[in-house]
């Protein structure tokens, strides 16, 4: 089938002919040809710099909003990273296939491997900083892992009963989220001390949640499917969504900006802390995987076929 982020998560990535960056010496730039090959499938701003990670443990970094980008040197090859997540503007970690969490203490320059376990064969799918000393991991078949010294080292608990897939995890307020598989939620008032399910509004997969604004929190997943809350998860609002292409990823703007993004070019965008969602027009079919901003009005798009950026519309002013 056509290629989608959702694959991309669940299986192998595909053979992209354009090798890791080598750990001894990552390249100062990458031509824009190259970087466009890339399955680019998480983003995140740190200050002025983006952050992309994706296909075959690469990590694509740019300083000047999508214009140029270049390789970050990665200590080891990993069949695809999924999610990159900062504490700070020095401090993050990536996850992916073979169970992998790397490390960065200089703003993406370069990244260490924290923990790997190829032989659980369970990717990992999001992470999450709570504070400078708990930083949390998910993933496929049940998978968390936490550590309790800012992501040098890692420990894995079970906090399922069955090994539904745990997709995404974000902090609302004080508590905090996972969403996964079948439409399996789950919250945490303890810092991740013990979790408790939530009454899932959907039986289908929710693929991650944010935060949408003062106690609010958005869930999406498949066949576009949108949810709300405003309790922190014990009641949720379905939201219109005109498409039905799966949501794939999801980030609010400095502004307060919530924007969705998913397969076949989909990227919505709510100035009313997700209550409704309109689309953006992106110019590709291609799957997207996450949307950060760029320069001005700017976003920058990641997905299949590398970054992309489009125009969000100028917010109208409030009467």
Do not use: C
């Amino acid at each position: 089938m056509r290629f989608t982020l959702a694959a991309a998560r669940f299986l192998a990535a595909a053979a992209f002919v354009f090798p890791a960056a080598s750990p001894a010496q990552a390249p100062q730039e990458a031509p824009r040809r190259t970087v466009e090959r890339l399955l680019l499938t998480d983003a995140v701003r740190v200050g002025e710099r983006i952050v992309a990670v994706g296909d075959r443990g690469n990590v694509v970094l740019t300083d000047d909003n999508g214009a140029h980008w270049r390789f970050a040197r990665v200590a080891v090859r990993v069949p695809l990273l999924t999610a990159v997540a900062f504490l700070d503007a020095r401090v993050g970690v990536a996850v992916g296939h073979d169970t992998t969490i790397l490390r960065t203490e200089d703003a993406g320059e370069s990244w260490s491997v924290a923990f790997s376990a190829p032989q659980e064969q369970r990717p990992l799918m999001d992470a999450a900083f709570v504070d400078a000393e708990l930083a949390i991991a998910v993933g496929a078949y049940g998978a968390y892992y936490e550590s309790h010294d800012g992501g040098r080292t890692w420990a894995a608990r079970k906090i399922l009963a069955d090994d539904r897939h745990l997709n995404g995890i974000a902090a609302v307020g004080k508590r905090l989220l996972i969403a996964g598989e079948a439409g399996t939620l789950l919250a945490s008032d303890d810092r991740g001390a013990t979790w408790t399910p939530l009454e899932s509004p959907y039986k289908g997969s929710f693929f991650g949640v944010v935060a949408a604004g003062e106690g609010s929190a958005v869930i999406y997943g498949l066949r576009g499917r949108i949810f709300r809350t405003t309790d922190g998860g014990r009641t949720w609002a379905p939201v219109d969504d005109a498409s039905s292409a799966s949501i794939m990823g999801g980030t609010r703007l400095p502004d307060g900006t919530v924007v969705l993004a998913g397969n076949a070019g989909t990227v919505l965008v709510s100035r009313d802390e997700g209550r409704s969602f309109v689309p953006l027009m992106t110019g590709t079919t291609r799957a997207l995987a996450a949307a950060v901003a760029g320069a001005g009005d700017q976003l920058v798009l990641v997905g299949e076929g590398g970054p992309r950026e489009v125009a969000l519309p100028i917010r109208r002013a409030t009467p």
